[in-house]
């Protein structure tokens, strides 16, 4: 685990992925990608066709997979 680098700016690395979940938002039948917000307690996104919002909790009482139905 290399920690040397964290804390300093407020972005992460560059090196390091973005951590998504792919999401099929059944309202428009439609496949994407949602990432995490900058609380990282959280993945946000909307659906690309009509913009319903989605919100994914992480960790305690949220999920830990990583492929939804959003309803
Ligand atoms: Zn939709």
Redesign the pocket.
């Known amino acids: 685990m290399d920690t040397a680098n964290s804390g300093a700016g407020g972005a992460p690395a560059s090196r390091e992925p973005r951590p998504f979940v792919g999401i099929n ?1 059944t ?2 039948n439609v496949y994407r990608r949602i990432y995490k917000n900058r609380a990282g307690d959280a993945y946000e996104g909307s ?1 690309p ?2 913009l ?1 919002k989605v919100k994914l909790m992480i960790g305690a009482g949220g999920t830990s997979n990583r492929f939804f139905d959003a309803k």
């Open positions: 938002f309202c428009c659906c066709k009509c319903k």
